[in-house]
């Protein structure tokens, strides 16, 4: 059974830089055709997809953070990590990371992590 487990910072203040880890465990980000998201869900919003690495480290963005918006990976530590600049309070949410085989939905997601932006 794989699972996730989302870690960071619970106060992030403004304009500086979010980053969040998520490790894998049971199984490998390397496993052929698995993406790996992450997903957020600012209070009384829906669910947003913030990027994706994949299985091979290519890397794709919501375009309309792609300018703030890196993930990177350790296939050492079985680990993808989340940076996103230049945050502001708005961007206060539960940050998700979920595992998807392609683009075709989330079989698994970590429990979440609460990030709160503010000075």
């Known amino acids: 059974q794989v699972q996730l487990h989302e870690s960071g910072p619970g106060l992030v203040k403004p304009s500086q830089t979010l980053s969040l880890t998520c490790t894998v465990s049971?199984?490998?980000?390397?496993?052929?055709?698995?993406?790996w998201n992450w997903i957020r869900q600012p209070p009384g919003k829906g669910l947003e997809w913030m990027g994706a690495?994949?299985?091979?480290?290519?890397?794709y963005y919501n375009p309309s953070l792609k300018s703030r918006t890196s993930i990177s990976r350790d296939t050492s530590k079985n680990q993808f990590t989340l940076h996103l600049s230049s945050v502001t309070p708005e961007e206060t949410a539960v940050y998700y990371c979920?595992?998807?085989?392609?683009?075709?939905?989330?079989?698994?997601w970590g429990q979440g992590t609460q990030v709160t932006v503010s000075s």
């Open positions: 690495i994949s299985y091979s480290g290519n890397t």
């Open positions: 979920a595992a998807s085989p392609g683009w075709a939905g989330y079989n698994y």
């Open positions: 049971g199984g490998s980000i390397t496993t052929n055709t698995y993406y």
